[in-house]
Nanobody, 124 residues
Framework: QVQLVESGGGLVQAGGSLRLSCAASGHTFNAYTMGWFRQAPGKEREFVAAINRGGGSRVNGDAGKGRFAISRDNAKNTVYLQMNNLKPEDTAVYYC?????????????????WGQGTQVTVSS
């Protein structure tokens, strides 16, 4: 069992930056691929980015491509999402998730554990 707690969301103006954090507890953090997803009102949840266990392999989704970067610190049991040049369409609840398989998955069904989400609101 892994518990995930996101933080770092908030209200930011368009063009600004935020760094989301997701702290994990309950199991060996470096045994999990970690991912970020987001869900805007009235829309399906979409893949943002994922990173493998050691941090050497990353995949970015279309959401935030070129503006968002995922990283992890296994010593701190934390995964991050750096978001730059934010746009109003980035407004969503952002979730982190943990996947016990080796592959860096982009589908939400691959992920075993989910955080409660953190709200990001970008004003124009």
């Amino acid at each position: 069992q892994v518990q995930l707690v996101e933080s770092g969301g908030g209200l930011v103006q368009a063009g600004g930056s935020l760094r989301l954090s997701c702290a994990a507890s309950g199991h060996t953090f470096n045994a999990y691929t970690m991912g970020w997803f987001r869900q805007a009102p009235g829309k399906e949840r979409e893949f943002v980015a994922a990173i493998n266990r050691g941090g050497g392999s990353r995949v970015n989704g279309d959401a935030g491509k070129g503006r968002f970067a995922i990283s992890r610190d296994n010593a701190k049991n934390t995964v991050y999402l750096q978001m730059n040049n934010l746009k109003p369409e980035d407004t969503a609840v952002y979730y982190c998730a943990a996947d016990s398989t080796v592959e860096v998955a982009t589908q939400e069904r691959a992920y075993d554990y989910w955080g409660q989400g953190t709200q990001v609101t970008v004003s124009s």
